[in-house]
């Protein structure tokens, strides 16, 4: 039995608290630069600043030289709106804490809605613990963690509509208003919509019992909000034509095969061990488990299951629409179990719940949040864009001389280089591949690989020094090539100017530079 919670229950952390409690002070008190590793949040910034400064949504770009301006669909613009406000205040210290916030409020809140429906709470722990080790995979200081909890909620809210009858759906254009401006990850939600819209016309079609009418009046009223949350998804400064937005990125095979997140997963790689294991458990569980999983279940676990083998950035949706059926699966199968073991970790599980249903309040996670923000303010938590992996010393090199002309630039550097110099500088190219399109990624390639024509496209866009990785077959080719001259060097970043009158004090400033090699043990320390 539960035991009745007591006046100073509030103390007593709960088993969601541990878990909140873990998560956040381990990413903000430790390994919090990794959510830095993507250069993308430094262009998020700088467009929240934009947006801000000028009291409008970009349509067309400001970051690269390239003219005329780009035309560019900010779909995250309220995410960097957001993001630009806590850089003001906290800097990037306070965006990594920030982010390492939402990440554990998406895990606290998966194991709030897993336990609610199950009666083990050792199977709700290990199911939650995996998910969220599985998550890790895109752990990142960028806008798709707001899409993560907004899943977690619309699926929950879904959950409750089919299975206990009770209906928020009330709530949905409301979160789709918000989420449409937050992310593109917003289609998850037409997704999820859609499953359920067809299993109960399945359940209609083909159960002719007495539940034939339940089910149609869950498709009836789910289509009418499903209809209501695509006029909702209108509301956001490009109209309807951000509902095409995620279909014409995701079909452009250019593009999806150029950007690592969105390549498969691989797992020869350790960054997907966590995924791995948790596939196989949910393989092996729904073979051993005497339970059936029903049309919506099945359509869940096989479309994320695809979703996340097809593309990495996947995986975490995968973890939080798979856990719950894996957790069902599961306690069926400790329910079926006999024997001493069995009874011994349900009684385990009794007595922990017992503890857990003691707890109450939100003390705990509390106390760590104004914690972390004392120490953030008092500079004992400082984060920013690590300089073993980032070009940060070349990027305040850059800032220093001031060089104009155009540039050529490694699409990673021209996140940084937006963040730290922009309007300075203007970049050739960055994280923002769905803007600049399947021509000039192409053009881009054709540079980074060498493909006959690449110095044309120099000569197109009047590229007169270049930015570029100190380890690569583009560098390497400038250094023995006359026409060019490295100014900078760093184990990151080379630097190279044109050998032209225009760069002539820069190249007398700068004789003596030479390429820094790096070690073996340097390259296996990278990686």
Same mark, same amino acid.
């Given at each position: 039995?539960?035991?009745?919670?007591?006046?100073?229950?509030?103390?007593?952390?709960?088993?969601g608290?541990?878990?909140?409690?873990?998560?956040?002070?381990?990413?903000?008190?430790?390994?919090?630069? @990794?959510?830095?590793?993507? *250069?993308? #949040?430094?262009?998020?910034?700088?467009?929240?600043?934009?947006?801000?400064?000028?009291?409008?949504?970009?349509?067309?770009?400001?970051?690269?030289?390239?003219?005329?301006?780009?035309?560019?669909?900010?779909?995250?613009?309220?995410?960097?709106?957001?993001?630009?406000?806590?850089?003001?205040?906290?800097?990037?210290? *306070?965006i990594?804490?920030?982010?390492?916030?939402?990440?554990?409020?998406?895990?606290?809140?998966?194991?709030?809605?897993?336990?609610?429906?199950?009666?083990?709470?050792?199977? #709700?722990?290990?199911?939650?613990?995996?998910? #969220?080790?599985?998550?890790?995979v895109?752990?990142?200081?960028?806008?798709?963690?707001?899409?993560?909890?907004?899943?977690?909620?619309?699926?929950?809210?879904?959950?409750?509509?089919?299975?206990?009858?009770?209906?928020?759906?009330?709530?949905?254009?409301?979160?789709?208003?918000?989420?449409?401006?937050?992310?593109?990850?917003?289609?998850?939600?037409?997704?999820?919509?859609?499953?359920y819209?067809?299993?109960?016309?399945?359940?209609?079609?083909?159960?002719?019992?007495?539940?034939n009418?339940?089910?149609?009046?869950?498709?009836?009223?789910?289509?009418? #909000?499903?209809?209501?949350?695509?006029?909702?998804?209108?509301?956001?400064?490009?109209?309807?034509?951000?509902?095409?937005?995620?279909?014409?990125?995701?079909?452009?095979?250019?593009?999806?095969?150029?950007i690592?997140?969105?390549?498969?997963?691989?797992?020869?790689? $350790?960054?997907?061990? @966590?995924?791995?294991?948790?596939?196989?458990?949910?393989?092996?569980?729904?073979?051993?488990?005497?339970?059936?999983?029903?049309?919506?279940?099945?359509?869940?676990?096989?479309?994320?299951?695809?979703?996340?083998l097809?593309?990495?950035?996947?995986i975490?949706?995968?973890?939080?629409?798979?856990?719950?059926?894996?957790?069902?699966?599961?306690?069926?199968?400790?329910?079926?179990?006999?024997?001493?073991?069995?009874?011994?970790?349900?009684?385990?599980?009794? $007595?922990?719940?017992?503890?857990?249903?003691?707890?109450?309040?939100?003390?705990w996670?509390?106390?760590?949040?104004?914690?972390?923000?004392?120490?953030?303010?008092?500079?004992?938590?400082?984060?920013?864009f690590?300089?073993?992996?980032?070009?940060?010393?070349?990027?305040?090199?850059?800032?220093?001389?001031?060089?104009?002309?155009?540039?050529?630039?490694?699409?990673?550097?021209?996140?940084?280089?937006?963040?730290?110099?922009?309007?300075?500088?203007?970049?050739?190219?960055?994280?923002?591949?769905?803007?600049?399109?399947?021509?000039?990624?192409?053009?881009?390639?054709?540079?980074?690989?060498?493909?006959?024509?690449?110095?044309?496209?120099?000569?197109?866009?009047?590229?007169?020094?270049?930015f570029?990785?100190?380890?690569?077959?583009?560098?390497?080719?400038?250094?023995?090539?006359?026409?060019?001259?490295?100014?900078?060097?760093?184990?990151?970043?080379?630097?190279?100017?044109?050998?032209?009158?225009?760069?002539?004090?820069?190249i007398?400033?700068?004789?003596?530079?030479?390429?820094?090699?790096?070690?073996?043990?340097?390259?296996?320390?990278?990686?």
């Amino acid at each position: 039995m539960i035991k009745q919670k007591n006046k100073s229950s509030f103390l007593i952390p709960s088993i969601g608290d541990f878990l909140f409690l873990a998560i956040f002070l381990h990413i903000s008190l430790n390994v919090g630069k @990794s959510l830095l590793g993507d *250069g993308d #949040t430094g262009y998020h910034i700088r467009a929240g600043e934009y947006i801000l400064k000028t009291l409008s949504i970009p349509h067309h770009d400001m970051f690269s030289f390239i003219s005329p301006p780009l035309p560019w669909t900010a779909h995250e613009w309220l995410s960097e709106v957001i993001m630009a406000v806590i850089h003001k205040s906290f800097g990037l210290t *306070g965006i990594v804490v920030f982010f390492a916030f939402l990440i554990s409020l998406a895990s606290y809140l998966l194991f709030k809605i897993i336990q609610k429906d199950n009666r083990n709470i050792l199977v #709700t722990i290990l199911v939650v613990l995996l998910a #969220t080790a599985t998550s890790q995979v895109h752990w990142l200081a960028r806008p798709h963690i707001f899409s993560l909890i907004l899943m977690i909620v619309w699926y929950y809210i879904l959950d409750l509509y089919h299975y206990q009858n009770k209906n928020y759906l009330y709530l949905f254009p409301l979160i789709m208003i918000v989420w449409v401006n937050l992310h593109g990850g917003f289609m998850g939600g037409f997704m999820l919509l859609g499953i359920y819209l067809f299993g109960d016309f399945t359940g209609y079609i083909f159960h002719k019992n007495e539940d034939n009418d339940a089910y149609l009046n869950r498709f009836k009223i789910l289509a009418f #909000t499903t209809v209501a949350c695509i006029a909702a998804a209108v509301i956001n400064p490009y109209g309807y034509h951000i509902l095409l937005f995620p279909f014409k990125l995701t079909s452009s095979k250019e593009i999806m095969d150029s950007i690592s997140e969105f390549m498969s997963p691989n797992f020869h790689e $350790n960054y997907v061990k @966590s995924f791995e294991i948790f596939l196989l458990l949910l393989l092996a569980t729904l073979g051993v488990s005497k339970s059936k999983l029903n049309i919506i279940e099945t359509l869940l676990i096989l479309l994320f299951t695809y979703m996340s083998l097809y593309s990495a950035r996947y995986i975490p949706l995968f973890a939080i629409i798979a856990a719950p059926i894996l957790a069902r699966q599961l306690q069926t199968i400790e329910e079926q179990s006999t024997g001493r073991f069995a009874a011994f970790i349900r009684k385990r599980a009794t $007595n922990i719940a017992a503890i857990d249903a003691s707890a109450t309040g939100y003390f705990w996670p509390a106390i760590a949040i104004i914690v972390v923000m004392v120490a953030m303010t008092m500079g004992k938590i400082e984060y920013k864009f690590d300089e073993k992996i980032k070009p940060m010393a070349a990027i305040e090199f850059l800032k220093k001389e001031k060089i104009t002309g155009n540039m050529f630039n490694n699409d990673e550097f021209g996140d940084c280089l937006i963040y730290s110099a922009y309007p300075m500088y203007k970049v050739f190219f960055d994280g923002r591949s769905d803007m600049y399109g399947v021509d000039r990624l192409k053009e881009y390639r054709k540079v980074t690989n060498f493909d006959q024509g690449w110095e044309n496209i120099l000569a197109k866009y009047r590229i007169t020094w270049i930015f570029y990785d100190a380890d690569s077959a583009l560098s390497r080719y400038l250094l023995i090539n006359k026409d060019w001259k490295l100014i900078y060097a760093d184990k990151l970043a080379n630097i190279f100017v044109k050998n032209i009158p225009e760069y002539q004090y820069l190249i007398t400033k700068y004789p003596s530079v030479k390429p820094v090699i790096k070690k073996d043990k340097d390259k296996a320390a990278d990686k």
